[in-house]
């Protein structure tokens, strides 16, 4: 007599990626339930395994916890779908007028420096500005592409020996890692940058989860300069409306003198690098 056997059934992987974004986002299976208008029940049990959603659901879940069109994919994935979000190069052809904009952006920022830089602060794009301002301060052609901006800042052969309040700025700049990382989510690439900044000498591990960093709408900066302190102010902007995983992750920092004194000191400085 032959006896009956269940399939193996394969293991969920949507409902702990699910709990883990509701998790992050503080939000309860009621209050998921409210924004989606799918149940509380049915969420219970995309979470605990017992139903897939329907590739409709899955993207109302996403919206409504404020995930990353990476990260969308990935649920995508664990649900048994295709990724919808696609992820180009920089130089694709379908970046071409995104391109296009940034590139007008940094010109029209001249003299003061901007940069274009990814989700991991690589730096992609520049104006002309920036690589003359910091040149003044280190060897910026001795520095690996990508460059990366927090690494420039953190390294002592780099913006570090001329940032005054060092340790103040390199714990801001910990903070902003974790604030502005896309949909606030530290990815595993983003922990290796933290880990890789936590590895320079006389770096505080517990900077990563200070409390004391406040968000605010501008954030300064300052260098000191053959003992003239230059006084800036950045502001970030981000693509609107990404409708690429390459987009929604740009982000274009400008810099700002703070007060008259940087600005006719920054005209020095650079009148004297073109010599």
Not at 242 to 248: K, N, R, V, Y
Request: with cysteine.
């Amino acid at each position: 007599m032959s006896s009956l056997r269940a399939e193996p059934r394969l293991p969920n992987e949507l409902g702990p990626q699910l709990r883990a974004w509701r998790d992050t986002r503080g939000k309860s299976q009621l209050e998921l339930s409210l924004d989606t208008g799918i149940s509380q029940r049915q969420i219970s049990f995309i979470e605990s395994g017992r139903s897939t959603p329907g590739r409709q659901n899955v993207l109302r879940l996403a919206d409504a916890l404020d995930v990353p069109f990476r990260e969308r994919n990935t649920l995508l994935l664990a649900a048994g779908y295709a990724p919808i979000y696609s992820e180009g190069s920089f130089d694709d052809r379908e970046m071409q007028g995104v391109t296009s904009a940034l590139k007008r952006m940094l010109r029209q920022h001249e003299p003061f420096p901007a940069v274009v830089m990814d989700r991991y602060w690589n730096v992609l794009m520049t104006n002309n500005a920036t690589l003359r301002f910091f040149g003044r301060f280190t060897d910026m052609d001795a520095r690996p592409k990508p460059r990366n901006l927090l690494h420039l800042m953190f390294d002592p052969s780099g913006m570090r020996p001329f940032i005054p309040d060092w340790e103040k700025t390199a714990e801001s700049l910990l903070g902003r890692v974790f604030r502005e990382s896309v949909g606030r989510v530290i990815d595993a690439r983003t922990k290796e940058l933290v880990d890789g900044l936590l590895a320079y000498p006389d770096v505080n591990a517990e900077w990563r989860t200070s409390p004391a960093i406040e968000n605010a709408p501008i954030i300064p900066l300052s260098f000191v300069k053959d003992g003239h302190v230059l006084k800036f102010f950045s502001l970030v902007t981000t693509v609107g409306t990404p409708q690429m995983i390459t987009t929604q992750e740009l982000r274009v920092e400008c810099m700002f003198p703070l007060d008259d004194a940087t600005e006719a000191r920054y005209a020095e400085l650079m009148n004297s690098a073109e010599g």
